[in-house]
């Protein structure tokens, strides 16, 4: 993660993904990535954030799975991700500026350039890299939530050990 981006990452409370392409990405399992997105719910919860998901697929098996995680945030069923997030972030009193926010197409780019700390994975479309602030290496859901979860603690720990003293 490139040291600009890591010094915003201490401002964000929400932290929102793009299902198809970023945590689905065709070759993981939807099994081993829904045990991936409940640990992330957990750990993220852990620290006093928020974790979510925005998606334009409607609702069937899979959201209603997602929806049963605890603590997980799932927009869903519009292509107007900018207007899912919008009512979230008004009814939850969130700016922009505490959104970090991973997706990899076409559709993503408006929320990616409102939100306050932005990536695309990897293998996003080389438009949907341009827009986000920097790109993961990793290339499936467990080990793209881990690098952030990761980058993450390196800067919520000193912060919770400077308080405890």
Do not use: W
């Not at 919008?86 to 009193?93: A, F, Q, V």
Request: aromatic share 8%; proline share 2%.
């Amino acid at each position: 993660m490139k040291s600009e981006a890591l010094s915003k990452i201490h401002e964000i409370k929400l932290f929102l993904f793009d299902l198809e392409g970023v945590l689905l990405d065709g070759g993981t399992s939807f099994e081993k990535c829904f045990d991936s997105i409940s640990k992330m719910c957990r750990d993220f919860n852990s620290l006093g954030l928020k974790f979510g998901i925005v998606t334009a697929r409607g609702d069937d098996e899979l959201i209603r799975k997602l929806i049963s995680i605890e603590n997980c945030i799932v927009l869903s069923g519009s292509l107007a991700k900018v207007d899912l997030t919008n009512k979230y972030l008004r009814e939850h009193s969130i700016d922009y500026q505490n959104v970090f926010y991973m997706g990899d197409d076409l559709l993503d780019i408006p929320l990616l350039q409102r939100c306050g700390l932005s990536a695309a994975p990897k293998s996003a479309r080389r438009e949907v890299k341009r827009a986000a602030m920097f790109t993961i290496a990793a290339e499936n859901c467990e080990e793209i939530l881990n690098e952030i979860f990761n980058h993450l603690k390196k800067v919520k720990e000193p912060a919770s050990r400077a308080t405890k003293h």
